[in-house]
């Protein structure tokens, strides 16, 4: 009987011990813990995404059971038991009902939260003995277990303390977000707290565990509901909503907030170079307030100017203050003030003063910048020779960078003794790349030159249908081994940005060598010609200098894109890319050239992707010897005569097969060939001319080592139009043509030999 007196005595006074811990305290507490936003004492689970977990939580609310002893935690987040189990915790002093069932009188029905008593009263008298340890400004305390608040060491009471449910700490919204300094609304239809932080909308439910930040939705232990008419939300919740760190102190049973309320001002000088007394710099500021402050006064230091006198180095510092009186701290930005910006300088000479009709006038330009810039000239009445007697005026205007233009002018005199007629003048003067005119009537009835032909075992790629691609998927699909030269054109006919890539499989058991030899890309733009000929220009460009070479290993059963400046940059609507290539591979490779959205992984779609059809206009092929070699062992240019490609009859297509649908393929126009055109013997005195006989050609071709374009400007639009390729001089001599058709121009051509009138 004595003995269950004691019992009896002992239990009553460990529960009236544990009645007078506060439900936030730990018994073992003497640590202050650091945390993040997203965890005071609450673990999320996933809608769409996870708040991140805190390192350092709140303590646990859990109630243990009597046998388990009540965690403690320490810095970094690890919770470990503590020396004395506690037998239980007693709820706090203003309790929580397990279920709330908001009546009417409960729910608010206007916007902002109704209710006077959903309000903070301020101040209140500090409860004597209270350590806040001076808080200093930044700094919102919450008080465990009390609707005690202080901000800045200004004590506030809140319209319901912080609560405990279910292991889940709650505060009221309204006091968090009034202390913040934030704007909020109340939805009474979708019973909704709206929180506008700046940019950020946050909404958060009545009765519901999921609430969003500006559309993404975020997922609490435990959910929102209304108590009194009071709207309670997870304090780790509202905290990570609105980014604001937490400390929390056990030792005097609070949770402190960091409110990072100072603005913060930056600002971008929109023009890159700045010239003493000539250059109006603009000034790009940004400013915000991280609790949606409104600005109202910026500061900028003395030496910010609209135009600066003299040249030099200028750090201008900006700063902004919020409405609250906060000032952010200041943001600077060196300024460099060049030099005035001196305009070009035009000039030019002539070989002489007095000219005969028809006979060339030398023009050397000698114009300069005194900045060495690169300067744009234009010239007005310029001429290989002038046929009309008399005084002749020829202008010159060069420009810079800058837009500052400079002009020169000089007059030379044309006697009425003629040296040259117009055409003689054009044949033997015009430079290379321009045109020359000619009758295109006379062409076609010219001897063809007579050759050897041969080829190089190069297996052609053409992937050019369809070349207006209207889906995602793949375009051609062949596997090849050995040398392999790709042509590819397409154009995006799509209403979202496209990436084209090419994509190398190895289905093989051994590693694969890819090793690339030349290539040239062009575009995106939206000029099918431009494409054709800029990506030959960089394919012969790589033949000249090498660097287009680089290997690539594919293991067995990767794929990999290869080619991959093809896709650095996504194609807009209407835009087109171009590529020749030749590489060669040391076992058979799969390659897939593929379309599909910009941000889309083509390696990880590629199984999935559609083979797309034909388009029934354009050519798609897989065609064997695609280099064709031609050489000339005869005199060549002692008489007019012509060398025509591409035409199916003097120069055949060539047959391949599309391997997607298994059918034969004749390569119109033999685009992708590589033509390598041997002149053994070129008499001297000859002019070697393009002229295109199928419609309007835009491209260039490589001459002896060098790039020629097809033509310099413009394009080839008709048939009496030659551009000049190349001039032998006094003596007779080999010449060297590499020709591959460009994209986009039309077929078939003509190499035009012709003798030139002599010289006087």
């Known amino acids: 009987m004595n003995l269950k007196k004691l019992i009896l ?150 319209n319901q303390p912080m609560a405990v449910k279910y292991g889940v700490s709650y505060v009221s919204i309204r006091a968090m977000v009034e202390m913040v300094g934030v704007n909020y609304t109340y939805d009474t239809k979708t019973k909704e707290v ?86 109006t710099v603009n000034y790009m500021t940004s400013s915000s307030s991280p609790n949606g402050t409104a600005i109202v006064e910026e500061s900028w230091s003395s030496n910010k100017m609209a135009i600066y006198d003299q ?24 300024i460099q003030v060049l030099q005035p910006n001196q305009p070009p300088v035009a000039q030019f000479t002539t070989d002489k003063d007095v000219y005969k009709m028809g006979e060339p006038v030398v023009l050397t330009d000698t114009s300069y910048d005194p900045e060495s810039e690169a300067l744009t000239a234009t010239w007005s009445n310029r001429a290989l020779a002038y046929f009309n007697p008399g005084p002749t005026s020829i202008q010159l205007t060069v420009t810079d960078k800058h837009g500052l233009s400079n002009t020169f002018e000089k007059t030379i005199t044309i006697t009425s003794e003629q040296l040259y007629t117009q055409d003689e003048v054009a044949k033997l003067f015009t430079i290379p790349g321009d045109i020359v005119p000619f009758d295109g009537g006379l062409i076609p009835a010219l001897p063809n030159l007579t050759y050897n032909l041969s080829s190089d075992d190069y297996t052609l790629i053409r992937s050019n249908s369809p070349e207006t691609v209207n889906t995602e998927g793949v375009l051609y699909r062949e596997t090849a081994f050995g040398k392999t030269r790709f042509l590819v054109h397409h154009m995006n006919n799509m209403t979202t940005r496209q990436k084209l890539y090419v994509i190398a499989t190895n289905n093989g058991l051994y590693p694969a060598t890819i090793s690339t030899q030349y290539s040239g890309i062009a575009g995106p733009v939206t000029s099918p010609e431009y494409t054709g000929r800029i990506s030959t220009q960089k394919y012969y460009q790589s033949m000249i200098t090498g660097s287009s070479k680089s290997e690539i290993i594919v293991q067995p059963g990767q794929s990999i894109p290869i080619l991959t400046d093809l896709s650095k940059i996504a194609m807009k609507p209407k835009e087109v890319l ?18 599909v959205e910009q941000t889309k992984d083509p390696v990880a779609l590629l199984p999935t992707l559609p083979v797309l059809d034909r388009d029934g206009v354009h050519n798609r092929g897989t065609y064997p010897n695609s280099t064709r070699i031609i050489n000339v062992t005869d005199v060549v240019g ?29 390569n119109s126009g033999n685009f992708g060939v590589l033509y390598k055109i041997v002149l053994d013997r070129v008499a001297a005195n000859t002019l070697i001319t393009f002229n295109p006989r199928g419609g309007n050609y835009l491209g260039s071709v490589l001459v002896n080592g060098t790039i020629v374009n097809l033509p310099n400007a413009g394009s080839l639009s008709s048939s009496d139009m030659n551009a000049v390729v190349f001039r032998t001089g006094e003596y007779e001599g080999p010449v060297d043509i590499t020709f591959s058709v460009a994209s986009g121009s039309n077929l078939p051509v003509n190499f035009v030999f012709t003798p030139l009138p002599p010289k006087k």
């Open 9 to 158: 005595v002992a239990v009553l006074a460990v529960s009236q011990a544990a009645a007078a811990v506060p439900a936030f305290a730990v018994p073992a507490g003497t640590q202050s813990t650091t945390g993040s936003v997203a965890a005071l004492g609450t673990t999320q689970s996933a809608v769409t995404q996870d708040e991140p977990s805190a390192t350092d939580p709140l303590p646990s609310l859990d109630q243990p059971s009597a046998t388990d002893p009540l965690p403690a935690v320490v810095p970094g987040g690890t919770v470990v038991p503590t020396p004395t189990p506690a037998s239980t915790i007693l709820p706090t002093a203003t309790p929580v009902p397990a279920t709330i069932v908001p009546g009417a009188t409960l729910t608010p029905t206007a916007s902002p939260i109704p209710a006077a008593t959903q309000g903070i009263t301020t101040p209140v008298v500090t409860p004597a003995g209270l350590p806040l340890n001076s808080t200093g400004a930044g700094q919102l305390i919450l008080m465990m277990n009390s609707n005690k608040m202080y901000k800045n060491g200004t004590p506030y009471t809140a």
């Open 194 to 279: 709206i929180v506008t932080k700046g940019s950020s909308i946050m909404r958060f439910k009545t009765d519901s565990k999921v609430y969003t930040i500006n559309g993404t939705k975020y997922t609490m232990k435990g959910p929102a509901y209304q108590y009194k008419g009071t709207f309670m939300i997870p304090l780790t919740s509202i905290t990570y909503a609105l980014n604001i760190p937490y400390t929390v102190d056990n030792v005097q049973k609070r949770v402190i907030l960091t409110l990072t309320t100072k603005p913060t001002a930056s600002f971008k000088v929109q023009t890159t170079e700045i010239y003493a007394g000539q250059t």
């Open 311 to 334: 040249p030099g180095f200028y750090t201008v510092t900006y700063s902004v203050r919020d409405a609250n009186g906060l000032w952010s701290d200041p943001y600077s930005v060196t």
């Open 578 to 595: 171009s590529l020749s290539a030749d590489l060669v591979s040391d076992y058979p490779i799969q390659y897939d050239v593929v379309m």
């Open 638 to 666: 002692t008489t007019q005569s012509k060398l025509i490609l591409g035409d199916n009859k003097n120069d055949l297509n060539l047959i391949g097969i599309d391997p997607m649908t298994g059918t034969e393929a004749s």
